[in-house]
C-alpha cells in the first residue's frame, strides 16, 4: 500500500518531523538534494561533457535546488542557476543554502545562457501551488519546457496542482519526478500523472512515524504483495459451496452479453456458483456461453436470495416496473452483501424511497457508478463532478451508507470513515462496452468468498484486480483490440500470478509460511 498526500498533510507531516521528532529541516533539504543529485547523475550516465541547469524558486523547492547544484559541483558536473523570483521574499532555508554557495563559483543567472542542457532541473514551486501561474515565473516555465535535455522535476512539476494534479496555467512538462517522503496525489491524478513524467519517491527522513495518529486520506494498492494478502485462500477440502455463491440479477433483451460478463468475471474470481436471474432470451445465450452458470426468472427471487451469499444487481437489466420491483425487494428485504451497477444505480437515481431504503438497509452495499451514473444519482453536471471525483464519492456514500467505487480513468473506492483508495492500473483499452460489467462479476466473485469482508475491503481489492485484469488483457490484445470478455478472461491469470505460480508447476504459496 502506498499513501498519497495532500500539501497540507505533508507540511503537517514536515513539521512533526522537526518540532516533534526532532530532524532539522536543514538535515531533511539535504537529504531531498541527495535523492535529486542520484536522480541527476542518472539521467546523466553515459555524457562525456554533461551541462545541468536548475531553474529555482525563492521557497524551499528552490532551497533544494540550491543544494543540489552545490552537490552536483562536488562531482565534478559544470551546474548553473537560473534564479526566478524576488529574493528578499526568499525562505530562511533558502537564504542559507545560498549563503553556502557564496564561494562555490556556481553561475547564477536570469535568463538561461544556452538552449541546450543535459539535464534541465525543475525547483521553481514544489507543493502547496494554489493559484495559476502568471508572469515571470509562467515565462520562465514556458522558456523551460521549450529548451533542449531531459527534465527532472523535484517534488511536483511547477504549475501543478499537488492535490488534484491540475494545471494552473503553465506547467512544466518533466520526463521525471523525485518526491519527497510520500508520493503527492497530483502526481498520480490527471492530468498532472501527464506532465511527471516517471515518478520517483525519495526516503528523505519523514516516515509514517511523522502522522502522528492522523494518516493521510488517499492510498493506492500496489503489486502482488498487496493483493496476495488480501484475496481469500482457497482451502484444499473445500467444495464449490465452500467458495461462494453470486446471485447475479442481470440482463434483458438485447443486453445479454452484460449478464455473460459479469457472470464470467465472478467465475474467473473464484466463485464456486452463480445464479442469473434475467429473462428467457438471455437465460437462452447464458446457456451457449457460460454453461457453468445456474439460472432462472425474476419470479425465483424469494427462493433464491436464501441460497446466496452476494448479490449483484444491474449489468443489462433495463429500467422496467419488474425490473425496479426486484432492485426495490432485494434493498428492502435482505440483507446479505449487495452490489448495484449499471441500470440497477439509474432505478436507484430515480427514487427517493429506494435511496431511503439503501441507507438504512441492514446490510452492506457496493455501488459502482462511472461519471455518468454518478451525475444521475448526485445532480451535479459531469464536468463538476470530474474535478473532485473522490470528493463527491465520498459524500454520496455518507448519505447512502455505502461503498461508492467513482468509476473515471482514474477509480476512486469511497466509504464513509475510511480513506480513499486511487486505482492507479488501467489502460485505455478498458474504456470499452462491457467492462463494467466484468467488475460487477469480479466484486461479487470475490466477496462470495469471503463475506466477512467488508465492502470496503473487497472493493479495493476488486477494482485493483479488475484494473490489472485490464493491462493483462491490453498486453496480450493491444488497447486498440481490448475487449470486455478479454479483461474478464485475464482476471483468473492474475489472481493466479499474485500467489506465485508459475507455468502451473508450482502450487499457491502457503498464507502462513510463505512457502
Given at each position: 500500500?502506498?499513501?498519497?498526500?495532500?500539501?497540507?498533510?505533508?507540511?503537517?507531516?514536515?513539521?512533526?518531523?522537526?518540532?516533534?521528532i526532532?530532524?532539522?529541516?536543514?538535515?531533511?533539504?539535504?537529504?531531498?538534494a541527495?535523492?535529486?543529485?542520484?536522480?541527476?547523475?542518472?539521467?546523466?550516465?553515459?555524457?562525456a561533457?554533461?551541462?545541468?541547469?536548475?531553474?529555482?524558486?525563492?521557497?524551499?523547492?528552490?532551497?533544494?535546488?540550491?543544494?543540489?547544484a552545490?552537490?552536483?559541483?562536488?562531482?565534478?558536473?559544470?551546474?548553473?542557476?537560473?534564479?526566478?523570483?524576488?529574493?528578499?521574499?526568499?525562505?530562511?532555508?533558502?537564504?542559507?543554502?545560498?549563503?553556502?554557495?557564496?564561494?562555490?563559483?556556481?553561475?547564477?543567472?536570469?535568463?538561461?545562457?544556452?538552449?541546450?542542457?543535459?539535464?534541465?532541473?525543475?525547483?521553481?514551486?514544489?507543493?502547496?501551488?494554489?493559484?495559476?501561474?502568471?508572469?515571470?515565473?509562467?515565462?520562465?516555465?514556458?522558456?523551460?519546457?521549450?529548451?533542449?535535455?531531459?527534465?527532472?522535476?523535484?517534488?511536483?512539476?511547477?504549475?501543478?496542482?499537488?492535490?488534484t494534479?491540475?494545471?494552473?496555467?503553465?506547467?512544466?512538462?518533466?520526463?521525471?519526478?523525485?518526491?519527497?517522503?510520500?508520493?503527492?496525489?497530483?502526481?498520480?491524478?490527471?492530468?498532472?500523472?501527464?506532465?511527471?513524467?516517471?515518478?520517483?519517491?525519495?526516503?528523505?527522513?519523514?516516515?509514517?512515524?511523522?502522522?502522528?495518529?492522523?494518516?493521510?486520506?488517499?492510498?493506492?494498492?500496489?503489486?502482488?504483495?498487496?493483493?496476495?494478502?488480501?484475496?481469500?485462500?482457497?482451502?484444499?477440502?473445500?467444495?464449490?459451496?465452500?467458495?461462494?455463491?453470486?446471485?447475479?440479477?442481470?440482463?434483458?433483451?438485447?443486453?445479454?452479453?452484460?449478464?455473460?460478463?459479469?457472470?464470467?468475471?465472478?467465475?474467473?474470481?473464484?466463485?464456486?456458483?452463480?445464479?442469473?436471474?434475467?429473462?428467457?432470451?438471455?437465460?437462452?445465450?447464458?446457456?451457449?456461453?457460460?454453461?457453468?452458470?445456474?439460472?432462472?426468472?425474476?419470479?425465483?427471487?424469494?427462493?433464491?436470495?436464501?441460497?446466496?451469499?452476494?448479490?449483484?444487481?444491474?449489468?443489462?437489466?433495463?429500467?422496467?416496473?419488474?425490473?425496479?420491483?426486484v432492485?426495490?425487494?432485494?434493498?428492502?428485504?435482505?440483507?446479505?452483501?449487495?452490489?448495484?451497477?449499471?441500470?440497477?444505480?439509474?432505478?436507484?437515481a430515480?427514487?427517493p424511497?429506494?435511496?431511503?431504503?439503501?441507507?438504512?438497509?441492514?446490510?452492506?452495499?457496493?455501488?459502482?457508478?462511472?461519471?455518468?451514473?454518478?451525475a444521475?444519482?448526485?445532480?451535479?453536471l459531469?464536468?463538476?463532478?470530474?474535478?473532485?471525483?473522490?470528493?463527491?464519492?465520498?459524500?454520496?456514500?455518507?448519505?447512502?451508507?455505502?461503498?461508492?467505487?467513482?468509476?473515471?480513468?482514474?477509480?476512486?473506492?469511497?466509504?464513509?470513515?475510511?480513506?480513499?483508495?486511487?486505482?492507479?492500473?488501467?489502460?485505455?483499452?478498458?474504456?470499452?462496452?462491457?467492462?463494467?460489467?466484468?467488475?460487477?462479476?469480479?466484486?461479487?466473485?470475490?466477496?462470495?468468498?469471503?463475506?466477512?469482508?467488508?465492502?470496503?475491503?473487497?472493493?479495493?481489492?476488486?477494482?485493483?484486480?479488475?484494473?490489472?485484469?485490464?493491462?493483462?488483457?491490453?498486453?496480450?490484445?493491444?488497447?486498440?483490440?481490448?475487449?470486455?470478455?478479454?479483461?474478464?478472461?485475464?482476471?483468473?491469470?492474475?489472481?493466479?500470478?499474485?500467489?506465485?505460480?508459475?507455468?502451473?508447476?508450482?502450487?499457491?504459496?502457503?498464507?502462513?509460511?510463505?512457502?
Open positions: 500500500m502506498r499513501y498519497l498526500v495532500t500539501a497540507e498533510e505533508m507540511r503537517r507531516y514536515d513539521a512533526n518531523t522537526i518540532e516533534k526532532g530532524i532539522p529541516g536543514m538535515v531533511l533539504m539535504e537529504r531531498a541527495l535523492a535529486a543529485r542520484d536522480a541527476v547523475l542518472e539521467m546523466l550516465r553515459g555524457r561533457f554533461p551541462r545541468v541547469l536548475i531553474l529555482a524558486g525563492m521557497g524551499n523547492n528552490g532551497g533544494d535546488g540550491l543544494a543540489l552545490r552537490l552536483l559541483d562536488e562531482c565534478k558536473v559544470p551546474v548553473t542557476v537560473w534564479s526566478v523570483g524576488n529574493e528578499d521574499k526568499a525562505t530562511a532555508q533558502w537564504n542559507k543554502q545560498r549563503h553556502i554557495l557564496e564561494h562555490s563559483g556556481i553561475e547564477f543567472v536570469s535568463e538561461p545562457p544556452r538552449e541546450q542542457y543535459d539535464v534541465l532541473v525543475d525547483a521553481l514551486f514544489g507543493v502547496g501551488l494554489s493559484r495559476n501561474v502568471e508572469g515571470d515565473f509562467a515565462r520562465a516555465i514556458e522558456r523551460f519546457n521549450r529548451l533542449d535535455g531531459r527534465k527532472l522535476a523535484l517534488d511536483v512539476p511547477s504549475g501543478i496542482c499537488s492535490d494534479g491540475r494545471a494552473l496555467g503553465q506547467a512544466v512538462k518533466a520526463d521525471e519526478t523525485v518526491t519527497f517522503a510520500f508520493c503527492k496525489r497530483g502526481l498520480v491524478l490527471y492530468p498532472g500523472s501527464l506532465y511527471a513524467g516517471k515518478i520517483r519517491v525519495a526516503d528523505i527522513g519523514i516516515t509514517p512515524k511523522s502522522f502522528l495518529g492522523e494518516i493521510p486520506g488517499m492510498f493506492c494498492l500496489e503489486g502482488a504483495e498487496d493483493l496476495c494478502g488480501r484475496i481469500p485462500a482457497r482451502a484444499k477440502e473445500g467444495n464449490k459451496g465452500t467458495f461462494g455463491k453470486v446471485l447475479l440479477i442481470a440482463g434483458s433483451p438485447g443486453m445479454a452479453g452484460a449478464a455473460v460478463l459479469a457472470a464470467k468475471a465472478a467465475y474467473r474470481a473464484g466463485a464456486g456458483m452463480v445464479k442469473v436471474l434475467t429473462d428467457n432470451g438471455s437465460r437462452e445465450i447464458l446457456q451457449q456461453t457460460v454453461p457453468e452458470v445456474l439460472y432462472g426468472s425474476y419470479k425465483d427471487l424469494e427462493e433464491s436470495l436464501p441460497w446466496a451469499d452476494v448479490v449483484a444487481v444491474g449489468p443489462g437489466l433495463g429500467k422496467s416496473g419488474e425490473a425496479c420491483r432492485l426495490e425487494r432485494v434493498i428492502a428485504g435482505s440483507s446479505l452483501p449487495l452490489i448495484i451497477d449499471a441500470d440497477g444505480l439509474n432505478l436507484l430515480a427514487s424511497e429506494m435511496r431511503k431504503d439503501l441507507a438504512d438497509r441492514n446490510g452492506e452495499t457496493i455501488l459502482t457508478p462511472h461519471v455518468g451514473e454518478l444521475r444519482l448526485t445532480g451535479i459531469p464536468a463538476q463532478l470530474k474535478a473532485g471525483l473522490w470528493e463527491h464519492g465520498v459524500s454520496l456514500a455518507e448519505e447512502l451508507h455505502a461503498v461508492v467505487v467513482a468509476k473515471d480513468a482514474r477509480s476512486f473506492v469511497c466509504a464513509p470513515m475510511e480513506p480513499v483508495c486511487v486505482n492507479l492500473l488501467g489502460n485505455s483499452g478498458m474504456a470499452t462496452a462491457g467492462s463494467g460489467d466484468v467488475l460487477t462479476g469480479v466484486l461479487a466473485g470475490l466477496w462470495a468468498q469471503d463475506t466477512g469482508s467488508s465492502g470496503f475491503d473487497t472493493a479495493c481489492l476488486g477494482v485493483h484486480i479488475h484494473a490489472a485484469a485490464g493491462d493483462l488483457a491490453a498486453e496480450e490484445q493491444g488497447e486498440y483490440g481490448c475487449m470486455a470478455k478479454d479483461i474478464a478472461d485475464a482476471v483468473g491469470k492474475v489472481i493466479h500470478k499474485a500467489f506465485g505460480y508459475t507455468g502451473g508447476t508450482k502450487g499457491r504459496q502457503d498464507t502462513e509460511t510463505g512457502k
